[in-house]
């Protein structure tokens, strides 16, 4: 079975670095997929409460047989729970979803600054993560002032950081500091949303080259510049291929082909500084 490498957290764990995305999967679909995902051998899920298929993630994890343990389950704090004891109470309904006493992984979904309670939230996970409800705690869509803020004001630095983040919007400053801080850098849309990069000619070129398909050339891209990479399928075959991308090594060459894709408007989702939500 392929398998796929933990990249170290600085608190101590460890993360595949390769996971599986659940975002817009229906509650009884992410039942069935993330089971395919565990038999063909991933052991790290993404899903967040705001995704509303926590219940069906768990019942795939129990269905799956493989223990708890070995497996990585990440959720999110919604940003209509952010806030002190609203925060925790939002661990609590997660946890209940998923069937489990504790998530690997706590993300704050979004710094969504307007709000202004990312602060007292990321205090709320540091007491999570002392709890044991959360084993390792991050955020999700911060800008680095916010970043900067929560880090300075309670001494505590996330593990990983989920970013919007594919050859098209490569994310240059945010990785630099995210290496400068030891945080590390998660993509998420890692796949363009399954959109044109993936018929890109540098990326059907380089895959036609190698016998792989266009995923498997940009998963791997993603493996070989240090990223922790989330890609979603629902589609039984691209489960298992993009599973295989983790033993696809790209040459130096191919990898700066694909770093010249990177464009100042490639972004497709929300501007985390401005999020509107
Ligand atoms: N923190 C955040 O704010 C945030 C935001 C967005 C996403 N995420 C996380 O990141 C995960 C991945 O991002 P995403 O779901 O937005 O997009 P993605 O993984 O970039 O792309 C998924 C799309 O690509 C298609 N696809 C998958 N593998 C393919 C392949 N090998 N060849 C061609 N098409 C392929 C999928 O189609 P089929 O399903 O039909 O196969 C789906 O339409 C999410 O599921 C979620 O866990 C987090």
Known sequence: MTTVQSLPFHDGRSVPQLGYGVWQVEDDVAADVVRQAIEAGYRHIDT?????????VGRAVK????????????????NGDQ????????LETSLEKLGMDYVDLYL?????????????????LIELQQEGKARSIGVSNFPIAQLEEIIAETGVVPVM?????????????????????????????????????????????????????AGQVIIAWHLAIGNVVIPKSETPERIVSNFASAVLELTAEEIARIEGLDREDGRIGADPANPGF
């Open 108 to 124: 704050i979904h979004w710094a969504s600054p307007q709000r202004g309670k990312y602060l007292e939230s990321w205090k709320a």
């Open 161 to 213: 950081h989920q970013i919007e983040l594919h050859p098209e919007f490569q994310q240059r400053e945010l990785r630099e500091y995210h290496a400068d801080k030891g945080i590390l850098t998660e993509a998420w849309s890692p796949l363009g949303q399954g959109g044109d990069i993936l018929r890109h000619p540098v990326i059907t070129e380089i895959a036609e080259a190698r016998g792989v398909d």
């Open 48 to 56: 967040a409460a705001g995704y509303e298929n926590e219940g069906g």
């Open 83 to 90: 806030g002190s004891d609203s925060a925790k109470q939002a």
């Open 63 to 78: 269905a799956s047989g493989v223990p708890r343990e070995d497996l990585f389950i990440t959720t999110k704090l919604a």
